[in-house]
Structures are given as structure tokens and as C-alpha cells.
């Protein structure tokens, strides 16, 4: 196969994997949240256990067992804690109902606050008893809450106690939220009552319709992570003394952590195979928590190993890293959309060694290519003898039918890697590049110019880089590949950081080109006075 052939190959296969990628996300979303809720419930499946006297493994506890006996959608609310960027309900079931995000950049186009926890679904903090008739009665048994109803947690940490008193048994729940919206949560048994306790369902604060990694994610005591996506849940999986246990969205989770002792998590089946985490409690159960948005410095901030917790799906190897210098580059500079600019040139700077050797050899092998059309008439019958006639004009004129694919290929999991880090960091959440143009780079620019400078660019891109089409088919496709990516980025709003490391890769691979041809224009003037030379000689 020639090498323009493969190179071009190559690029209509990223397309194509974008495409797929992608667009079937757009063309067929998933269930909106709306959607979602109007089939689930509260009463969702418990864990099965043992109804004796000590706590069952977590093993035991992996199956659906009995329903939540009745629905609790009706239930009031205890207490509200407020600080300056969020807002807990806390209802009287002793579960979080609800937590609104009040900073400006989460607000919906209406100006209304966002709600990130689906109306119908399971709450953070219930507790599921092994004992049907207890798990009844706790059903219908309400908490009670001697504190302040409005609770200012703006500059200080604020403790709520509930207390559920049963027929044989009176759980207390102490909950410390501090203003990060990390917690510590305390729940005792009067006596011994096995139970498991969640962090709830998903948060569902994202309608988007593009292809996220939705679900939970469970770090383990040897720092293995299980990602299960919404879908995928088996409702077998288990994870012994795990540090974390998270259920998350886009941007925002809700988790459990516990770094010294370490938790028993169970992996629930609901409704349309999506996961449910619950921990395993005992009569005194201590677990670190965390509602909210999955940013960077705040888990950082709460304990470094939070941050794992920030899932990128398939390339989070790649993405992670990524993440990283991209924080380090805003950290310098202060501002995400020239952070974006800075570390597409950080790469093209680092992949340029390999870029230059495989431009370069498409310039040789354009340049042979009235050669090897002439080899292929001659030994057209003759494959094996082709092949050795090639390699040796290969050989001798110092070009590798190889050498461009390298830097093709590494391109295609850099880009989807950045793609999972520019879409899913919640940092980009109405980050300003340009006042007045582009005030929030995780939504489509208002004014379509990127996506427009994306089509130009890369048409520009392909009038000065060889090519040497053999289908005519595959340099239609080719030809008409700036126009559907810059139609499809209109139509589709993608995120405007996306758009723009994409506009700025073209923008340095188009000097890069010009840099490359004339470098190869100067090796040719070389090499043809040099053989000129040797015949005058």
C-alpha cells in the first residue's frame, strides 16, 4: 500500500471513529434524565443479607432482595444547609434531597439554580436494613431534628444530629458539612442491626446529548479502580475495604471515602442495568463524604486521593495526565482558553521530531511517485519482485513508506483523550477566554466563528500538504471533510475549549507544513546540486 494512500486512510478513519464516537451519541441520545425518572422509583432494590445479629459480608449483599416498602416522595424536609456555593435539603428520612449549586456558571438558561440529584431517584444517606420488617418500619418511621431549620455553613462547619427512633433499634445520624461541601458522616445503632447505607443514585444534573462516562466508580484498598457505567451493571459486583465509592455525572458526585479502614461496597442492578452503590454499616460506621461539583482543587483539597475520582472514561491514562499540565499551564497563566493554546503547542512542539521525519518522507515518497507508478506497470505480474524493487528505491532515496503513519496514529488517542478532558472537567464551566465572544468554554460559541475557523483551516491544511490519491472515491471524501466537520460542529454544540484546540492544532500543523516544505525544498536544492556536481566531477 502507498504511503499517501495509508496516511490518507488514516486520517478518514479518525473521521470515521469520531463519527462513531461521537455523532451516534447525538443521533441516538440516551434517556434524559426526565425520562429516567418518570420509571424509577424510590423503592428501589435492597440488598439481600442475612437477618441475624452480625453484619453479612459484602458478598451476600451483591443480589436485589426486597423493595423500599413504600414511597417516600412525599417526604418534608428537616433542616436546609446553605454556604456560598451550594444548598443541601435534608428531608425526613435523614437523606439528602436535593443540592442546588447557587455559583453564576451552573445556572441554566433561564437564570435558575441547578438541581443535581433526579427528583425520583435514591437518595444520599438511606439506609437499607437486612430485616424486612425493620427496613418496613424504617419506611415509615420519621427522623427527628432539634436544630435550627435554616443552617449557615458559609464560613464554618455545621452539625446536624438525626435521630430515628424503632421499635428495636434508634439509629443516630451525625452529619458535619463543612463549606467545600465535603462531610463526615456518624451513624450508631442503638444495637446491633445490620444495614447498608448509599450515596445515592447518579446526580442527573446533565441533558447533554454527547457520549459521557455516566455511572459509578470504586477505588479499592490496592488503588484499582471499577468503573460501571450506567447500563453495564451486573449486580454482582463487589469491592472490599475500598477507599472510595463515588456515583457521578458529567461535572457534579456524590461519594463515600474512607482511607484508613476502608469500606464494603456493594454494586445494585436498578432499573435499565444502572448501578447503585451501597456501603456496608455497622453499629458505629464512620465514613468520610462529598457532594458536588468534581473539581480539581477542592478534592484536593478535602484528600489528594479524591481526585481519582474524576473519571475521563476510556483514555483517563492519557486524559489524566493531560488534565494536569493543562492545570499547570492555568495555574501560570489564569486563563483556560490561552491554558488550551499553550498545551497544543506544548505537543506539536513534542511530537514535532516524529512529525518532521514522516512529513518528510511523504514529500520523497510524492516525489516517487511517477517511479513507482512505472514499477508497478512493469512487474504488475510479479508481486514478490515488486515488493524488492520498491524497498530499493525506498533504500536508496531515503525515504520510509512508514514514516508517516507514526505521527497520525499518535494523534488519534491525544485527541480523544483531550476530547474526554475538555468535555468532562468541570473547570471549563464558565471559563472566559474572550469577553464578549467566548464566555464559557464548555458550551458551542454563540457565533459559530470556531467552528467555521476549523473548516477553513483544515481545507487550507490539505491544499499544501502531498497527497497522491490513487481512489477517487477516498480524495472525494477527503475534499469534502473540512465542510462536514465544520457542518457537523454547527449543527452539534459542541464545547467551544474542543473547537478551539482543534482551530489551533490546524493553525501549528499548517506552519509546521510550511516550515517542512521548505526544509524539504532546501534538502532538494542540495541534493540536486550535489549529484550535479558529481557528474561535472
Same mark, same amino acid.
Given at each position: 500500500m502507498e504511503q499517501q494512500d495509508l496516511n490518507k486512510r488514516l486520517i478518514l478513519a479518525l473521521a470515521l471513529s469520531f463519527f462513531v464516537f461521537v455523532g451516534y451519541s447525538y443521533l441516538f441520545p440516551p434517556a434524559t434524565p426526565q =425520562? @429516567?425518572?418518570q420509571n424509577a422509583t424510590t423503592s428501589q432494590a435492597a440488598p439481600t443479607v442475612a437477618a441475624d445479629n452480625n453484619p453479612a459480608p459484602a458478598s451476600q449483599a451483591a443480589q436485589p432482595g426486597n423493595a423500599a416498602p413504600v414511597s417516600t416522595d412525599s417526604a418534608s424536609l428537616l433542616a436546609s444547609v446553605t454556604s456560598n456555593t451550594f444548598k443541601i435539603s435534608i428531608d425526613t428520612f435523614g437523606r439528602i434531597s436535593q443540592y442546588e449549586l447557587l455559583e453564576d456558571k451552573y445556572k441554566d438558561a433561564e437564570g435558575q439554580n441547578l438541581h443535581i440529584l433526579g427528583a425520583q431517584q435514591v437518595k444520599p444517606l438511606e439506609i437499607r436494613f437486612s430485616d424486612t420488617a425493620l427496613n418496613e418500619e424504617a419506611f415509615k418511621t420519621p427522623y427527628t431534628y432539634d436544630g435550627n431549620a435554616? @443552617?449557615?455553613a458559609r464560613s464554618a462547619a455545621q452539625t446536624l444530629t438525626l435521630t430515628q427512633k424503632l421499635s428495636t433499634v434508634t439509629v443516630t445520624k451525625k452529619i458535619v458539612i463543612q463549606p467545600t461541601g465535603a462531610y463526615t458522616l456518624d451513624v450508631s445503632t442503638s444495637t446491633a442491626a445490620p444495614y447498608f447505607i448509599t450515596p445515592g443514585? !447518579? #446526580? /442527573? =444534573?446533565d441533558t447533554s446529548m454527547y457520549m459521557l462516562v455516566r455511572g459509578v466508580l470504586v477505588k479499592g484498598a490496592d488503588n484499582v479502580i471499577l468503573t460501571v457505567e450506567d447500563g453495564d451493571a451486573k449486580g454482582d459486583e463487589t469491592v472490599k475495604n475500598a477507599k472510595i465509592a463515588s456515583a457521578f455525572d458529567r461535572y457534579v458526585a456524590t461519594m463515600f471515602y474512607d482511607f484508613d479502614?476502608? /469500606? +464494603?461496597?456493594?454494586?445494585l442492578k436498578q432499573t435499565d442495568? +444502572? #448501578?447503585l452503590i451501597f456501603v456496608e454499616g455497622n453499629k458505629n460506621l464512620h465514613l468520610g463524604g462529598y457532594i458536588g461539583p468534581k473539581e480539581y482543587h477542592t478534592l484536593q483539597a478535602i484528600n489528594p486521593e479524591l481526585t481519582d475520582a474524576i473519571e475521563f472514561g476510556w483514555f483517563t491514562f492519557l486524559s489524566k495526565p493531560f488534565f494536569k499540565v493543562l492545570l499547570w499551564i492555568h495555574g501560570l497563566i489564569g486563563n483556560w482558553g490561552w491554558a488550551i493554546i499553550l498545551f497544543t503547542l506544548l505537543v506539536k512542539l513534542v511530537l514535532f521530531p516524529l512529525s518532521y521525519k514522516g512529513m518528510m518522507s511523504m514529500q520523497k515518497l510524492k516525489d516517487l511517485a511517477p517511479k513507482m507508478k512505472e514499477l508497478k506497470e512493469k512487474h504488475k505480474g510479479d508481486p514478490a519482485k515488486l515488493n524488492a524493487q520498491m524497498m530499493e528505491m525506498y533504500k536508496k532515496n531515503g525515504a520510509n513508506p512508514m514514516g508517516?503513519? $507514526? #505521527? /497520525? $496514529? $499518535?494523534q488519534i488517542p491525544v485527541f480523544? =483523550? $483531550?476530547? !474526554? @478532558?475538555?468535555? +468532562?472537567a468541570d473547570e471549563l464551566q464558565g471559563a472566559v477566554w474572550i469577553s464578549g465572544w467566548i464566555d464559557n468554554l464548555a458550551i458551542a460559541d454563540p457565533y459559530y466563528i470556531l467552528p467555521v475557523l476549523m473548516g477553513v483551516s483544515m481545507w487550507f491544511q490539505q491544499k499544501i500538504t502531498p497527497n497522491n490519491f490513487t481512489d477517487p472515491l477516498q480524495e472525494k471524501i477527503f475534499q469534502w471533510f473540512p465542510v462536514i466537520m465544520a457542518g457537523m460542529f454547527i449543527i452539534m454544540p459542541f464545547p467551544s475549549g474542543l473547537v478551539l484546540y482543534w482551530v489551533v492544532n490546524n493553525l501549528f500543523t499548517i506552519g509546521q507544513q510550511y516550515v517542512i516544505n521548505n526544509a524539504y525544498k532546501k534538502h532538494k536544492a542540495a541534493a540536486v546540486a550535489a549529484h550535479k556536481k558529481g557528474k561535472d566531477s
Open positions: =425520562a @429516567v425518572e435554616e @443552617v449557615d443514585h !447518579r #446526580p /442527573m =444534573a479502614k476502608g /469500606m +464494603n461496597v456493594s454494586i442495568d +444502572n #448501578p508517516g503513519c $507514526l #505521527p /497520525m $496514529l $499518535l480523544f =483523550a $483531550l476530547y !474526554r @478532558v475538555l468535555l +468532562n
